[in-house]
């Protein structure tokens, strides 16, 4: 599908928190000059459309005053005087339906419900793919948060890892890297047989794991060194202050 617009690669300033976008976050914000209800009652009544989406059979009746400012592709689609502009329709042949239907969900109700972590992974590739940058932050956000608390637990987790690995786009190193991370750590406290098909069908995942657990593998042994080091200082101290309880002569350093 023809891009209408240029991509833009987030930085690293715009992946820290005070970067997300409160609005996306805010059940009470509005939602292109509208309140949210009123968003999604002209969604769920097709009121005043003036714009169509459809995917796979599916139709979306979409307003352009909403859609537009959060989705980069549609308006660029709008903007660009071709058939889709001229028709007031934009098809998605090649795309999921449930996918399209969470991106009109988000532009109206920000409604981000996931059925399981792959639905979330595929959501947060659309927002990329088609420029919804709030939808994109907020996914990617809970896949960091998903990927911690489950990586030792759910036995889907070390597909999630390759599915990540090979599909993210290859500037969202931070994403890639706690992967890498998650895996150094401890991928053999669960399905150790799934891990070494995985890894061994992705070289590039086993490098980048090797090269983190010498880096883990350096900080541990500089944190040991420098726990001895202050236990060492602190025995020192203690004996500088010891003395015979008879004579009360301070103790020889040993």
């Known amino acids: 599908m023809t891009r209408w617009f240029s991509k833009k690669v987030p930085t690293e300033d715009s992946r820290s928190p005070s970067a997300t976008s409160t609005r996306s976050m805010n059940p009470m914000c509005d939602i292109g000059g509208y309140t949210m209800n009123y968003a999604n009652q002209l969604l769920r009544t097709g009121k005043y459309s003036d714009l169509t989406l459809s995917c796979q059979g599916r139709v979306f009746h979409v307003h352009r005053v909403i859609v537009c400012p959060q989705v ?82 759910s036995q889907d987790f070390p597909y999630s890892v390759e599915k990540i690995w090979r599909e993210a786009p290859p500037y969202e190193k931070e994403l890639r890297h706690k992967m890498v991370q998650l895996v150094a750590m401890g991928y053999k406290s669960s399905r150790e047989e799934d891990w070494k098909r995985i890894l061994s069908d992705n070289p590039e995942l086993v490098m980048e794991v090797l090269d983190e657990v010498g880096v883990m593998h350096s900080k541990l042994s500089s944190e040991l060194e420098q726990a001895k080091k202050e236990e060492d200082e602190a025995k020192e101290g203690v004996m500088r202050q010891a003395k015979c309880r008879s004579c009360r002569k301070k103790y020889r350093k040993y």
């Open 72 to 153: 980069q592709f549609v308006e660029g689609a709008v903007r660009s005087g071709l058939k889709e502009a001229v028709e007031s329709h934009i098809d998605f042949p090649a795309d999921d339906p449930r996918m399209i239907d969470m991106v009109v969900s988000w532009c109206y109700s920000r409604d981000s419900s996931f059925e399981n972590e792959q639905d979330m992974f595929q959501l947060y590739l659309v927002a990329d793919k088609f420029g919804i940058s709030d939808l994109k932050e907020y996914t990617y956000r809970r896949m960091l948060s998903w990927t911690i608390e489950s990586c030792f637990t």
